[in-house]
């Protein structure tokens, strides 16, 4: 439902609201935050790639995933290892009893270059695998759940217990992986060095331009047929499927693509943080993802930018100072949200903020174009996608019919 | 990995591994039931289970206290008190927490999984307040300490053995309540077809309630069985809940003898390869089979099959 | 798609020897009946005769144990429930069931069988041929004026409607009713009759009803089932007539 020229698209409602959110990102965190600060701001980011990958995936199409750690880990540590080998040539790595390979092998008594480290001398092999290797993953686990018919709580926990393998595997595997302290110590991007105030802050800006990238493709697939096909499978899988629909196909997409995203988010957070480890993959990491989606509202792929945005800044707020705190806090956000704002800040905006957009609007028709994206941009509130003309299911959650 | 040993030694090695593995058979046992109470009835997962059972694993440690101080004379059964304690602390906020937010959740099992799971970061940050970031420990009864010699080559130490015997009984008790009784065939008539139940007068809610409740009740008792072989932290219960998780669901989530069948192969499994693999390298095994095996047959070992 | 292509005198559905066996217990056991082209064909039957359960498993739903269901040539038993509404069956279900969130245009064009691949239905365009088509077929299901309303607003008689639209929007060469007045008023069941009359002049149609006199109505032929065998089969004044139907089925 595209409008038909692209500027026309930006006076809509929706339009709007991805304006807003770039004003956001691009001039006010930037022209507020040090360097520093906003080095956070794109760590947070980087979980909202996965929380829009989640949108996709539960909030549409039903599908729960607790193990999306796994991709946003595979993505980020297909980029630290690239990032590691250039980091340990030969002269770097000197005073290591078998030079130019990872510190961590060399103290773990390997003497050679595993052979699945090798393509990752390659900077395009390592793009190629930030998206591929997740999706590779999660094509094979949703071809054998899917076509079998697995859903609900069983994939949920199965997804769970792939998040414990993989991190038990890393944590174990320590000449191979850098075991639980993870690949550190990442220091240029083919030549570039990442850790410079300036070079962080350029990299905000990439992580910003390719969290929109990755909104558009969602926002595309979601207001094609596809998209109401995943929505409609949700609700009532058979009628989908016996109107001609391979329903297993469809999630292994959705799945598939979540996995892309997530793992591009964790390619950026190795950029951004300058490291990766089995922590941010884990059971616990997992599921804290799942929250910054619920947060947002699980069907607004906006809203879930705003939701990692803001449970990762209370986290570095609590933990800055009452750090026992924050499990208090965390647990009461699962079940408050849960029980009572099933459709998250999304859908707090549409039921409060809303009704009042559309009085000012009704009223003072000329000014929208400017009013709308500083009114909303002067806080980061969270905005539901939705416009008049939009369909209905793309934003509204029953619960009881799920 | 069987290359250098002779096949006697393999059999030795096996044996031993396999008492090993029985005490981590029983915490699978004590730990499964209670959650496949709950997600056979009801088709929830209680994520905050291992929580549960580290509060009965709580209570114990405070009895034990409290009998050292005050009954020292009585301390050879304070066990037992602490069981019927766990039991029914946990069993009474298993009550309250179905009543707080299980009952407004049905129909959306997902959610309760995330719910649950607020709740369990709740509890372990509210022990981590009460008895501190160190785990605690138990002192023993003198009776159950020692072991008993079998054979010149293999022992068993007394607790493991006490605890094993719990797991088992509570199983059997479990199964009477289950096929025996009048409760267990409303449960079971609930299971098959609520609307039905209900026409026929059946208080689904309050079985509902009910069997919430037993489940972490049983979670609780487990916990007081938990102190008897390791010692209790705030997040040792959430050590277990995947392993657990993957133990029901292996089994087959309505079939009883489906659970102990897979808790007792999943433990032996995992504590067999532990001899031959680094400990984290054989619980992957171990994990990756179930979960290869999950995938091509998702109904689990033994499963009824139900018209969806 | 091609059922006028089977010669005259061929089955367009043959179902052979078909068994399913839950836990033992036999639902459909040893059935075998033939449906010719444009034919209508009404399976009756007592509660728990295995009547859903034949068209579970000819839809797919349910796997036979064993048996065959040839369908214009190809085995049904073999393929997945996508395949087998590609190759021409379409299914309608004892309970209402159509998309409530959407409007009835949306449930309609959801049916339409183009972009039925993940890729086809990121392409899917509302061009001409589809608003077309769903006009044509609203019309038929007496649906033109809802057009727009989510399907939610039906009344249950209007929504059964909308779920043979959705069927007939496919273009099946054999459509299966599981009840279609069933809860329906004496108007809303005459108009379905109607319907189903317009239906018949060029599909197949396999028909599951309890109301006797609507199956005099609509039915060429009638088959009772009882106990997952078939007890009976022909007209209806054949069936009407045959004391084994009327000791088991008519008779209270
Ligand atoms: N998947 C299944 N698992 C177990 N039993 C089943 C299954 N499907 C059907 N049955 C049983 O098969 C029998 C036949 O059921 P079916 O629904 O086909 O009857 P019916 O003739 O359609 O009855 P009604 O007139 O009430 O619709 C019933 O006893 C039912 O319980
Ligand atoms: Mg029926």
């Known amino acids: 439902m595209k409008s038909s020229s692209p500027l026309k698209w930006f006076a809509t409602r929706e339009g709007l609201y991805f304006v807003a959110l770039a004003v956001l990102l691009v001039v006010l965190l930037p022209l507020a935050l040090d360097p520093f600060r906003l080095n956070m701001v794109g760590k947070y980011l980087t979980y909202a790639f996965v929380a829009i990958g989640l949108v996709m995936c539960w909030g549409k199409a039903g599908i729960l995933s607790l193990g999306q750690g796994v991709f946003f880990g595979l993505g980020g540590y297909c980029m630290a290892m690239f990032l590691k080998l250039e980091a340990s040539t030969p002269e770097a790595t000197a005073i290591q009893s078998t030079p ?83 690949i550190t110590d990442l220091q240029t991007l083919n030549g570039w060095d990442i850790r410079t105030d300036e070079a962080r802050t350029i990299l905000y800006f990439v992580c910003v331009g390719m969290l929109f990238l990755c909104l558009f493709v969602a926002r595309l697939v979601q207001n094609r047929k596809l998209g109401r096909i995943l929505v409609a499978m949700n609700a009532q899988e058979n009628r989908v ?40 993959i884990g059971i616990v990491a997992s599921i804290e993802m799942v929250i910054f989606c619920a947060l947002g509202g699980r069907l607004s792929i906006l809203g879930a930018v705003y939701g990692a945005l803001l449970v990762n800044a209370a986290k570095s707020g609590f933990s800055e100072s009452f750090p026992e705190l924050w499990p208090f806090a965390m647990g009461a956000l699962f079940i408050g949200v849960v029980l ?34 500083a009114e909303k941009a002067a806080e980061p509130k969270p905005t539901a996608e939705k416009t008049p003309d939009y369909d209905p299911m793309i934003d509204s959650y029953s619960p009881e019919k799920s | 990995m069987f290359d250098g040993y002779t096949s006697s030694e393999l059999m030795s090695i096996f044996a031993m591994q396999g008492f090993a593995g029985l005490s981590l058979f029983s915490v699978f046992v004590l730990m499964a039931l209670g959650l496949a109470i709950i997600f056979g009835q009801m088709g929830v997962i209680n994520m905050a289970h291992g929580e549960f059972m580290i509060l009965g694993a709580y209570t114990t440690y405070l009895t034990s206290g409290f009998f050292q101080s005050y ?14 304690l766990a039991f029914l602390i946990c069993a009474a906020l298993g009550a309250f927490v179905e009543w707080l937010m299980i009952r407004r959740l049905y129909h959306r099992p997902l959610d309760t999984l995330l719910a649950t799971w607020g709740l369990s970061l709740i509890m372990q940050q509210a022990y981590r307040s009460i008895f501190g970031a160190r785990e605690v420990g138990v002192d023993l009864p003198e009776w159950m300490m020692g072991a008993i010699q079998v054979t010149d080559l293999v022992e068993l130490p ?64 487990a916990g007081a069985a938990f102190t008897m072989i390791g010692s209790t932290g705030p997040s040792s219960g959430q050590a277990y809940i995947v392993d657990t998780f993957l133990v029901v669901v292996f089994g087959g989530a309505q079939s009883l003898i489906g659970t102990i069948v897979s808790a007792f192969g999943i433990s032996q499994a995992q504590s067999t390869m532990e001899f031959f693999l680094s400990g984290s390298m054989a619980k992957v095994l171990t994990l990756l089979v179930v979960v290869g095996i999950l995938m091509l047959r998702p109904e689990g070992l033994m499963a009824l099959k139900v018209r969806r | 798609m091609s059922a006028a292509k089977s010669k005259s005198g061929d089955f367009l559905l043959a179902v052979e020897g078909l068994t399913v ?29 295995g009547k859903t359960t034949v068209l579970d498993l000819i839809c797919g739903k349910t796997k036979a144990t064993s048996g065959s269901i040839k369908f214009d040539g190809k085995e049904l038993t073999k393929l997945k429930e996508h395949q087998i509404v590609h ?46 088509a769903v006009e044509e077929v609203a019309e038929t299901i007496f649906l033109t004026e809802a057009l727009n309303e989510p399907a939610a607003s039906l009344s249950h008689g209007q929504k059964q409607w909308l779920e043979i639209g959705m069927l007939l929007i496919q273009k099946p060469d054999l459509l299966m009713l599981d009840e279609p007045v069933a809860g329906m008023s004496v108007t809303e069941r005459k108009k379905t009759a109607e319907l189903l009359r317009v239906i018949t002049r060029d599909h197949t149609v396999l028909v599951i009803e309890h109301d006797m006199q609507f199956v005099g109505d609509i039915a060429d032929r009638v088959t009772v089932m009882h106990q997952g065998k078939v007890l009976s089969e022909g007209s209806i004044e054949h069936v009407k007539s045959d004391p084994k139907v009327i000791e088991v089925y008519l008779g209270h």
């Open chain 2, 158 to 221: 007394i607790n493991g053995l006490f605890v094993m015997i719990i797991a088992l009984s509570i199983a059997v008790g479990v199964y009477f309540l289950m096929y025996r009784s009048g409760y267990g065939k409303k449960v079971r008539a609930v299971v098959q077809n609520r609307p039905m139940a209900e026409a026929v007068g059946i208080n689904s809610a309050g079985i509902d309630r009910a069997t919430f409740a037993l489940g972490c009740g049983i979670a609780g008792v």
């Open chain 2, 71 to 84: 009954l020292p004379s009585l301390f050879g059964g304070y066990f037992f008190v602490a069981m019927v």
């Open chain 1, 100 to 182: 130019g390979i990872p510190d961590f092998m060399d103290w773990n008594q390997l003497t050679e270059l595993p052979w699945f480290w090798e393509p990752f001398h390659s900077f395009s092999f390592t793009l190629l695998a930030v998206i591929g290797v997740p999706v590779l993953l999660a094509f094979v686990i949703g071809f054998a759940m899917f076509t079998r018919r697995v859903g609900g709580v069983y994939f949920a926990i199965i997804t769970q217990a792939i998040a414990a393998i993989l991190t038990i595997l890393i944590i174990g595997q320590q000449g191979y992986t850098g075991g639980v302290n993870g």
């Open chain 3, 87 to 132: 190759s021409g069956v379409g299914r309608k279900f004892q309970t209402p069931s159509v998309f409530e969130d959407l409007t009835v245009f949306e449930n309609l064009e959801v049916s339409y069988p183009k972009g039925h691949s993940v890729m086809g239905a990121l392409g899917f365009k509302r061009d001409a041929e589809v608003i077309n």
């Open chain 3, 21 to 49: 066996s839950f836990d033992g217990f036999k639902a459909v056991d040893d059935l075998s009946f033939y449906l010719d082209p444009k034919e209508i064909r009404v399976i009756i039957g007592p509660n728990g005769a």
């Open chain 1, 340 to 373: 009572a704002f099933p459709n998250g800040l999304a859908g707090l905006y549409q039921t409060y903020v809303m009704p009042l957009e559309d009085k000012i609007f009704k009223r003072n028709k000329g000014a929208q174009l400017e009013a709308k994206p």
């Open chain 1, 241 to 280: 499927r016996f109107s001609g629909y391979d329903v297993a196909a469809f999630k292994i997409f959705v799945f598939c693509l979540a996995a892309a995203f997530a793992g591009v988010g964790g390619a950026m957070f190795t950029l951004i943080v300058g490291f990766m480890s089995p922590s941010f």
